[in-house]
Each structure stands twice: as C-alpha cells, then as structure tokens.
C-alpha cells in the first residue's frame, strides 16, 4: 500500500491524503471544516461508511449530509439503535430481533415479558430524548464469527444467534456500541446520538419473530425521527390527517369494499358503489391506451408449471405462488404475474419490424401469497388486478418509446387528480444480466425521458433487477405523501428465455427490447390511494352518486322523480331521497356520502321548475332552472381528457 492516496470528489477534482487518513479528518483538512460539521457519513467508490472509517487506497468520495436522501434514512437507522438502549434501560431483560429504517420511520421488534401499554412508550421517549443529549458516539467494531456467536451466547440472546446465523460465511460481522448499548449491525450510522434532531415514538404492536405466523410473538415499537423538530411536527400533522383520510374507514362508511375471513384475506369484496368507480376507472384506462397504440389482451389466471418454469418465477418466486394444482398429469399454478402471458402472445407468430413497437395491455387479475401480518386494506392484498403492460421494440425505438411512455403514465394520472411527481432511476446492480452497452442505452433512455417530462429525477446506483434497469415515478397526495405507483422496468431475461425474436429490414431474426410498464400499479393499491387522496370526495365523473335529490314534502315527490328521471336519461347519476324524514336529515345523510351536489325540491322549485343547488363543501348556490341544472351536471360529469384535471365541486 502507498503512503500516498487519491481521492476523487464529485466534482471530478483530485485530493492527496495519507493513506489511513479517517474520511472525516479528510473532509476537515481538504474540504473545509464547515462541510465536515456538517457530514453525517459518506461514500466510497458508493459504498456508504462512517465518518471514522479510515481510507486506505484511492477513491471517490461524496460527504453525506441531511440535504441527501440517504442521510435522513442513515439517522433513522440510528434512531432505531436509540430508541433500543432506551428500552434495554428500561427493561434489563428485553432481547432485540431486527431494527431497521423505513420509509416514514423505523421499527424494532422486542422480546420482552412486558406489554407496552402507552405510558410505557411516553417512558421510553424520555428516555431516547436523554440518550440524545448525551451525544455520546457511535462506534464499529467488527469481530470473527466465533466472537459475535460467544457474544449472544453470554447474553442469551436467541435473537441475534439466529441474525449471526444468517450471516453468509466469509461477510464481515460488525457492530455498533453507542453508550452501554451494544447491537449487531452492518451500519452505518450517524456520528453522534446528538446528530439525531427531532424523535418520536409512535405505537407498539405484534410482530412475529422472523416473519413466521408459526412463530414466537414478539412487540414492534414503531418510531420516526427528522433532521428538525418543523419536519417531525409537520410528519405528525400528516399522521393526524391520514387517520381522517383512512381508505379501510372510508370504505366503509361510503360502502365501497369490504374484506370477509369467510373468503379469506387479502381478498377485495367490491360493493356496488366501489364496483362502480373501479369500473370507471378501468373503462378509462382502456379507452386511453386503445387510443394510444396498445392492443388489449386477456389471459388465464393460472398457466402450466412449464410456463413459469421458463419464465423462472418457479426458480426466484415460488414462495410468493400459490401451491400447485394437480389436474390430468399436469401441474397448473394461478398467476403471480401476466407477463409470460404476453410473451407467449409475442411468440406465437412470426414478428415483422413493421408491427413494431407492439404493444399488449391487460387489466389481468393475478394472485400473491402475502403473510397476513402485511395484509392492509386494498393497499396490500392477495388478489388483485396488475395493469400491466408489455412494450416490444426494436433497438432504434427505444428513446422515442420511453419518453412517449413516461409522458403517458403522467397524463393519465394527472386526469385522475394527481400533479405532484418525482422520479427515481434504478441502475445495473453488480450482478446483471444483459451487455454492459444495452443497459447504458436503456438508463440513458430513462434519465432523458424523465428529464423531458420536467421530473425531479433521482438516482439509486446499483439498485436495478438483475433482468433491466427502471424508473419508478412516484405521486403526491394532497397531504404530500408520495406513493409509487408506476413502473417502467426493462428486461433483457425475458426476451432471451421465450426466444423472442423479429425479422428485421436486413431479412435477419433481432431480439426485441422488452419494456414492463405498469402504470396504477394495481387497481386494488390505486383506488386506496385514490380514496385517500380524496377522503371519499371523488370528482364528479367518478362519483358514484353524483347528485343527491332531497323533497321537502311528500307532495314534492312526483316532480323529483319527473328531474332525477331526467338527469338520469343524460347520463347523470342521481339518487333520489323517499324517505319521510326531515329535510336536514336527508341532507345530512347525502353530505355523509360526500355528493358533489344535493338538490332540494319545494313548492317554489316545483313552481319554477328547477331545484336548489347545494355544492359539496355545504355551498348554497340557491335557486337553479332544471336546463342549467342538466347543462351543467353532464358537462362536469365527462371524464376529463387525457392529462386535463378533473371537473366538479370541491374535492373535500
């Protein structure tokens, strides 16, 4: 090893350092001691390490601050090792399973003969809150196998046995000492507890040990923590506001779906209501890409094990799969994906470049084993309807049909009530397959249409599948949280297992370019997130009563059934009150149900043939004539056009 290294920094610059030099003491001596106060870690050559971590041979280094993405998941990983020697304080006994860093938090699952009940996590915050200001450091220290094992073993720590266990042979075994607590962990970490700026205990449930239902019950306490207390207060308004927002709630209440033990879990029951806004949806959906070039496709819900034998979803998937089905010497398995479906369809006749790009729409139901510990309302189901699609191209569509699809996605969800976006590309991991140039020409791809689109777009390095890289968009709700709903993933496995081929201008077989594109993610998934975007106030086009009809008197009722007859006769759906309850009543019932509108009918409506208008948000539009009424409700009642925004009341 030289004396002497080079490290390389993001701006292409070049820095001389003694080799053995800490990343941090690098950072103060030739960054600046302002960006070293500032580091929460870094990385080199892209592999994430801690501040302390010496550099022993040129690299590229990129500091790691709150600003990076990483940097608030790497302070959550951390705040997760807090919030564990805050109960080992607590409770001497307690043993630890795992703890990592979420999305919105992190979590850790305890072995415990305690039940935490709410004061108990009220102790346990105040307890995190003083190892915090402790500031005490976070430490790495590796050890063999024989040590770590010994280690558990003096503490009687199952848990972690069974971790260390895990651990393939020959990977180092590290871990991560801040105070008197100490954990297995691959890391790393923040500097300090004192880094970790604003923290939070949530809530405490069941979890099963390593996931197994059959296994031993253990506590999962769930926490977040933000670089500031303004991000942490605004997180926990979102908290409140998605309570309020809660699609499984509003569901019911609104009577759209429910799930029954008695068919099973995971399983959606669409009531006529919720059938109603799928099936509006899904009419859209088909009608969109029927005008944009896709052919529709259907396919069975269960193939032959051969099928998915090539596919090789019997090699990586099974465990997702359900178990198989016996049927005159074969073996059949319902569908976990449509894809080898498609490709099927591909394969069955001889391809032209002329036809190309082909491309094969499905609304096609598919069915995936998920424990029942993850089952949540329709965002995480065992059955349910991928739209999916398949895109055929030759090599010199590519860019041109990327960026028509990206532009595609963006519409359609803008027409469905979405306008916030951002883009996420994920690159060849190390392991691939496909050549090296076929995977720079497809991220290269991606990056321009994303760029093209006007999305922020960023970039997780290595993290593509093995078959293609993609880009993942992510939506907005209206309270900011984002959701990942399309995908645009490449494959260069497929093409190659089914033997796809097209006849080229030359007279020569090619391999087509393969292109996945779900675009809602799943129907199931989409409408939960659809009914919490808009807290049940769906738009008027996909409402599923679009005008409530109230009498004030039973004398008004004849002309209410002459106007909703009307309305209806035009398109306009409509649900008309005969009940002989109040007028408040009956308007309160259908503001319950968030109508885009309410009419009330009395002898003076009646008199000057109209009704009175109420708009949803308990607004008063008074007097109507019956041709405006009609007028107005089938033009908001349109479905929007591709990339328009919906039309109506207010969504709230």
């Not at 919105?104 to 003083?130: C, M, R, T």
């Not at 069974?162 to 008197?180: K, V």
């Not at 009150?577 to 109508?595: H, T, V, W, Y």
Request: aromatic share 10%.
């Amino acid at each position: 090893m030289s004396d002497q290294i080079i490290v390389t920094l993001p701006d292409g610059s070049q820095r001389e350092a003694a080799a053995g030099t800490s990343v941090l003491k690098f950072i103060e001596a030739e960054i600046g001691p302002g960006l070293a106060k500032a580091a929460l870690g870094a990385a080199l050559d892209g592999q994430e390490v801690d501040l302390d971590t010496p550099i022993i041979g040129d690299a590229a280094l990129r500091v790691i601050t709150k600003r990076d993405p990483e940097g608030l998941a790497r302070l959550r990983h951390s705040a997760a090792h807090i919030l564990a020697s805050a109960v080992q304080r607590l409770y001497p006994d307690a043993r630890f399973d795992d703890g990592p860093a979420t999305e919105v938090g992190f979590f850790y699952d305890i072995g415990v003969a305690h039940n935490f009940a709410p004061e108990d996590l009220e102790a346990i915050e105040v307890e995190a809150q003083k190892i915090i200001s402790e500031g005490v450091p976070f430490v790495r220290q590796e050890r063999s196998r024989e040590e770590a094992i010994a280690w558990a073993k003096e503490r009687g720590d199952k848990y972690k046995l069974a971790l260390i266990d895990r651990i393939p042979e020959g990977e180092t075994i590290s871990f991560y000492t801040h105070g008197d607590f100490t954990d297995l962990c691959r890391g790393p970490h923040v500097p300090t507890t004192s880094a970790v700026g604003a923290f939070k205990v949530l809530s405490a449930g069941g979890a099963y040990w390593g996931g197994d239902e059959e296994g031993e019950q253990l506590q999962r306490i769930h926490g977040t923590a933000f670089h500031d207390k303004k991000a942490l207060k605004t997180y926990l308004h979102q908290l409140e506001e998605a309570k309020k927002r809660d699609h499984r709630k509003l569901g019911k209440e609104l009577d759209l779906f429910s799930v029954s033990e008695e068919v099973g879990g995971g399983l959606i029951l669409w009531h006529p209501k919720g059938g109603l806004v799928r099936k509006l949806i899904e009419d859209y959906w088909r009608d969109q890409h029927l005008a944009h070039g896709y052919d529709l496709v259907f396919t069975p819900h269960v193939g032959k094990s051969s099928l998915w034998e090539t596919s090789g979803h019997l090699d990586f998937y099974k465990e997702n799969m359900y178990p198989a089905m016996e049927l005159e010497g074969s073996t059949y398995y319902a569908k976990p994906m449509n894809c080898p479906f498609h490709m099927t369809i591909f394969k069955s006749q001889l391809r032209s470049y002329r036809e190309l790009p082909l491309k094969f729409a499905e609304l096609g139901t598919v069915y995936r084993y998920e424990r029942s510990g993850s089952l949540h309302g329709l965002m995480r189901v065992r059955g349910f309807t991928q739209d999916d699609s398949h895109l055929f191209v030759a090599p010199e569509q590519l860019e041109a049909q990327v960026i028509e699809v990206v532009e595609f996605c963006l519409n359609l969800l803008r027409s469905l009530g979405f306008s916030d976006f951002e883009a996420y590309v994920s690159t060849r991991p190390e392991k691939a397959v496909g050549a090296p140039e076929e995977w720079a020409r497809a991220e290269a791809a991606l990056k321009v249409a994303a760029e093209k689109a006007g999305l922020d777009c960023g970039l997780d390095e290595g993290g593509g599948a093995f078959y293609g890289p993609k880009i993942d968009l992510k939506l907005k709700d209206a309270i900011g949280r984002s959701w990942q709903c399309s995908t645009i993933q490449f494959d260069f496995n497929l093409p190659e297992r089914f033997d796809l081929k097209f006849v080229g201008d030359d007279n020569t077989t090619h391999r087509p370019y393969v292109l996945h594109r779900a675009l809602l993610g799943s129907i199931e998934r989409f409408l939960g997130v659809l009914i919490e975007h808009f807290t049940g106030a769906f738009p008027m086009w996909l409402a599923p009563v679009q005008v409530g009809i109230v009498t004030i008197a039973d004398r008004h009722m004849e002309y209410a059934q002459a106007l909703s007859e009307r309305l209806r006769a035009a398109g306009v759906r409509t649900e008309l009150d005969p009940s002989s309850e109040k007028m408040g009543a009956k308007i309160r019932r259908f503001s319950m149900q968030k109508l885009p509108y309410i009419l009330v009918i009395g002898d003076k409506e009646v008199e000057d043939g109209g009704a009175s208008l109420r708009a949803r948000g308990n607004r008063d539009e008074g007097f109507v004539d019956a041709d405006t009424l009609l007028a107005r409700f089938t033009e908001e009642a349109k479905a929007p056009a591709l990339g328009e925004s919906p039309a109506g009341p207010a969504l709230a």
